[in-house]
């Protein structure tokens, strides 16, 4: 039987957990060892995830490039107003979908790294093409722009190590371009088209990093799992209010049970 018996035979990965690692291992130890419950909830809707989804809708029952249907799925979710409608009509000005072989949008892809150590990547591309000779993974986003070039990512470089399969398959070269939904940001960052040499140090680092999860999992005793004690980091950490190593302690924000009726 393995050492680190807190961790699972064969780790899964995913963008979110590798990014967890990568700001604080005790973060991540909160989250996806021990699946903690989240002390600090940012409190706010996720924007991010209602645009995905709007986009979902909109290529799964019809094109982005036809106004009639976007209004219809727009005002079905409550978004006809406000900054959604002109992020939707800026990406259909740069939308393949008609002239792409193949497209889907939220494509859920998984890949098993079978080598030591042994672990399952798995992702949500935002959407997916098949243009002139190129397999694109496009990553839409509503937040403001965190990178210059897109290879520098390591979600990025998940998304292209999790899709290289299946370029390869089909005799396509690789890229993973993101799409910036917001206007203000007209500049977008430079796309990451990776060879064979590139995707196998995408490789190599995802390997070095679940094997130091694994030394981290065999010495959860021992402190394992340190918290940075970053204030940059800790201040937007869900956990900060509980965490012993947190540089931004305060109270935590439980969700609280509804009142009870007293009529
Ligand atoms: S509060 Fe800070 S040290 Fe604690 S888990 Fe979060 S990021 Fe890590
Ligand atoms: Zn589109």
Redesign the pocket.
């Known amino acids: 039987m393995s050492k680190d018996r807190v961790l699972p035979e064969i780790l899964g990965i995913s963008a979110t957990s590798l990014s967890a690692w990568s ?5 991540y ?2 989250s996806y060892v021990l699946g903690t419950p989240r002390s600090d909830s940012s409190g706010s809707p996720d924007f991010g995830t209602f645009v995905h989804a709007l986009m979902h809708q909109i290529h799964t029952t019809g094109s982005c490039h036809d106004s009639e249907h976007v209004r219809d799925v727009l005002e079905g979710y409550g978004a006809d107003t406000g900054v959604v409608p002109s992020m939707i009509e800026r990406h259909a000005e740069r939308c393949p979908s008609e002239n792409a072989l193949m497209g889907r949008h939220e494509h859920q892809l998984a890949r098993f790294y079978p080598g030591a150590p042994r672990f399952i990547a798995s992702g949500r591309l935002d959407a997916i093409w098949r243009l002139d000779g190129v397999l694109e993974v496009r990553d839409y986003k509503t937040g403001g722009k965190a990178t210059e070039r897109v290879a520098d990512d390591e979600r990025a470089r998940l998304q292209a190590w999790l899709a290289a399969p299946i370029a390869s398959r089909l005799n396509l070269s690789l890229r993973v371009r993101y799409e910036h939904l917001a206007a203000e940001i007209d500049d977008e960052p430079d796309v990451f088209e990776p060879g064979p040499e590139e995707l196998e140090e995408i490789q190599e680092e995802l390997c070095a990093t679940v094997a130091a999860i694994r030394v981290a999992g065999q010495a959860i005793s021992t402190g394992g799992f ?5 204030a940059a ?2 201040q ?5 209010s509980i ?6 302690p305060g109270v935590p924000t439980w969700p609280e049970p509804p009142e009870e009726d007293s009529t």
């Open positions: 700001r604080c291992p005790r973060l130890l909160n340190p918290g940075v004690a970053d980091i800790c937007r950490c869900d956990y900060r965490c012993p190593d947190s540089a931004t």
